[in-house]
């Protein structure tokens, strides 16, 4: 893809899908954490913090680029 005909349009879809793809895998990463056999083995990361705040850029982003495809032409 050539950055030249990046329309605003799918930069942000595109920074919204891959905003979607990483919260699915951090709710996924949370929920294998959540049913770990050895309690002892704790995460250093805080995977449901980053699946909600990746799902809620997602959304937003993605909103954003619907807004930007059904807005009327000029």
């Known amino acids: 893809m ?14 919204g899908g891959i ?4 919260a699915v895998f951090a709710a ?7 049913r770990r056999a050895d309690l002892d083995k704790v995460s250093f990361i805080s995977w449901s ?3 909600a705040i990746f799902s809620m850029l997602a959304i937003i ?6 807004k930007l495809h059904f807005a009327p032409v000029r």
């Open 61 to 66: 982003l993605l909103a954003t680029a619907a």
């Open 28 to 34: 996924l990463r949370e929920r294998r954490h959540q």
């Open 2 to 15: 050539d950055p030249d005909t990046l329309t605003t349009f799918g930069a942000f879809a595109g920074a």
């Open 19 to 22: 905003a979607l793809v990483i």
């Open 49 to 51: 913090m980053l699946s």
